[in-house]
Every structure is written in structure tokens, then in C-alpha cells.
């Protein structure tokens, strides 16, 4: 099993050369709205179009909204553990009653 950030490492090894001298952030931003915006459209088929997606297929658009994810980060120099880490430390802070300790 890999870790989040291999696979990270992994993600980025997808890069198409097509996209080489452009500006790999704004590319990989453009993606993850897509992305993003095919589990919504997945979760409103299932929801108000009483359409049968399965859960798996959402799943899969998930994973292809992870790799965007990972990519942007390794673009801007982060490691997908130190993202979840300080997004752990925030939210931590922000709704202490949600995130204390028993």
C-alpha cells in the first residue's frame, strides 16, 4: 500500500509533455474543477435524477481529484503529509470541540 506521499510521487510522473513551459499550477487547477465538479455531477444524478452511478465510480473521480491534488502541491513545493499536518493543526484549532482529545 502507498503512502499519501508516494503517491504523490507517483502523481507526478503523469505529466504530460504536452504541458511542459506552461504553468503547471493553473493547468492542474483547471483539472481539479473538472474533476471536482464530475463527483458533484455523479452525486446529483444519484440524488435529484434518481440516475444509478455507483459509489465506486464516485470513488474513482475522487482518485482522479487526489492526483490533481498531489500535483498542485508538488508544484508549489509541499509534501502531501505536511498538508494534511497543517490542515490537521487548523481545523484543530478552529473546532476545538469537534477535534479534542477524549
Same mark, same amino acid.
Given at each position: ?27 492542474? #487547477?483547471?483539472? =481539479? &474543477?473538472?474533476?471536482?465538479?464530475? /463527483? ?7 440524488? @435529484?435524477?434518481?440516475? $444509478? ?5 464516485? #470513488?474513482?473521480? =475522487? &482518485?482522479?481529484?487526489?492526483?490533481? /491534488? ?7 513545493? @509541499?509534501?502531501?503529509? $505536511? ?20
Amino acid at each position: 500500500m502507498l503512502t499519501i506521499n508516494d503517491y504523490q510521487k507517483f502523481a507526478s510522473k503523469g505529466i504530460r509533455k504536452e504541458s511542459e513551459g506552461k504553468n503547471l499550477v493553473v493547468g492542474f #487547477a483547471l483539472g =481539479l &474543477g473538472g474533476e471536482a465538479g464530475e /463527483v458533484l455531477d455523479d452525486i446529483k444524478k444519484r440524488e @435529484y435524477h434518481g440516475r $444509478d452511478v455507483s459509489i465506486e465510480h464516485t #470513488a474513482e473521480e =475522487l &482518485g482522479d481529484v487526489l492526483w490533481y /491534488v498531489c500535483n498542485i502541491a508538488t508544484q508549489l513545493g @509541499y509534501k502531501m503529509s $505536511d498538508i494534511i499536518n497543517m490542515n490537521v493543526i487548523k481545523l484543530t484549532k478552529r473546532y476545538k470541540e469537534l477535534y479534542e482529545e477524549e
